[in-house]
């Protein structure tokens, strides 16, 4: 096993699991896992550190402890760590931060990935703000900030995962 995805339930884990070439795991799944991995990506979170501020987190811990210094590692964050201004994401973002500090102490080669809102063409994983744009759309209701200064930005998700495989080709290792 060379490549490893943590996030079994999430969208990007989803899209992960169309590519043979990676085990696909959940978070629960980490200490079964074999420690012979040249590659894991991560887009696990877990979701109790978006309420409150990071005292363990036994995800990291687990991934640190497990693997080699030496196992690339790529880790899906959230852009919203650039944004300036407190909202309802406080916590979130604290926590994404010292996630990614963490992983890079850790281990030799590091890549962070800040991305948008993510989503896949099937609609089956869509955050609680797509889901309400597109109800909203379909009653022909809604306004929607597209400007290029708008805060939203979206990706699909299989596209996230061509694009990552892509990264080699322009001197970006994983």
């Known amino acids: 096993m060379k490549n490893v995805h943590i996030g079994l339930n999430n ?7 169309a590519h043979t070439s990676y085990k696909v795991v959940s978070h629960d799944e980490v200490d079964t896992l074999a420690v012979d991995c040249d590659n894991i990506s991560i887009s696990a979170f877990d979701p109790k550190l978006k309420l409150c501020a990071m005292e363990s987190n036994d995800l990291l811990y687990k991934i640190i402890d497990k693997f080699d210094f030496n196992t690339k590692i790529t880790y899906f964050s959230t852009a ?3 944004e300036s ?4 994401y406080e916590h979130y973002v604290k926590n994404k931060i010292k996630t ?3 992983l890079i102490r ?4 590091v890549n962070v990935i800040y991305l948008p809102i993510v989503y896949d063409k099937k609609g089956k994983f869509l955050s609680k ?4 744009y597109f109800e909203n759309l379909s009653k022909d209701i809604i306004q929607f900030d597209c400007s290029a200064v708008s805060s939203w930005n979206f990706v699909e ?3 996230l995962i061509r694009l990552i495989h892509e990264l080699p080709s322009f001197g970006i290792n994983r």
Do not use: W
């Open 106 to 109: 850790n281990f030799k080669s």
């Open 100 to 102: 990614e500090k963490s």
């Open 80 to 82: 919203r760590v650039f």
């Open 85 to 88: 201004k407190k909202n309802d």
């Open 129 to 132: 703000f797509l889901a309400q």
């Open 157 to 159: 998700a299989e596209e």
């Open 11 to 17: 969208v990007i884990g989803k899209a992960y699991s």
